[in-house]
């Protein structure tokens, strides 16, 4: 595994807008974002490759989310974007060492971060 240390979480108004950051303490391919609300399972939010920057986002955070990285860092950001109550939830950054397809689900990631938290109020 890579050590993945996030920062960026905190409270905002809804409207509002808030940067994750993510350091990861070697070389990853795929890199991603994900999101657990209170009482719900861990949800996908957005991932990007190593090598060509591809990026996917779920539905429900397109056109407000962007997902970037610089690799000679080893960091991923997500700006967060005309933000919402209900992207309230703790969000964990996750990172593959060897994969770089197009899937993005929990098991394709091999590194996770201990998770920090987005409150947006109303």
């Known amino acids: 595994q890579v050590q993945l240390v996030e920062s960026g979480g905190g409270l905002v108004q809804a409207g509002g807008s808030l940067r994750l950051s993510c350091a990861a303490s070697g070389r990853t391919y795929n890199m991603g974002w994900f999101r657990q609300a209170p009482g719900k399972d861990r949800e996908f939010v957005s991932a990007i490759s190593r090598s060509f920057g591809r990026t996917y986002y779920s539905d429900s955070v397109k056109g407000r989310y962007t997902i970037s990285r610089d690799n000679a860092k080893n960091t991923v950001y997500l700006q967060m974007n005309s933000l919402k109550p209900e992207d309230t939830a703790v969000y964990y950054c996750?990172?593959?060492?060897?994969?770089?397809?197009?899937?993005?689900?929990?098991?394709?990631?091999?590194?996770w971060g201990q998770g920090t938290q987005v409150t947006v109020s109303s």
């Open positions: 996750a990172a593959s060492r060897y994969y770089e397809g197009g899937h993005y689900e929990e098991g394709d990631f091999d590194s």
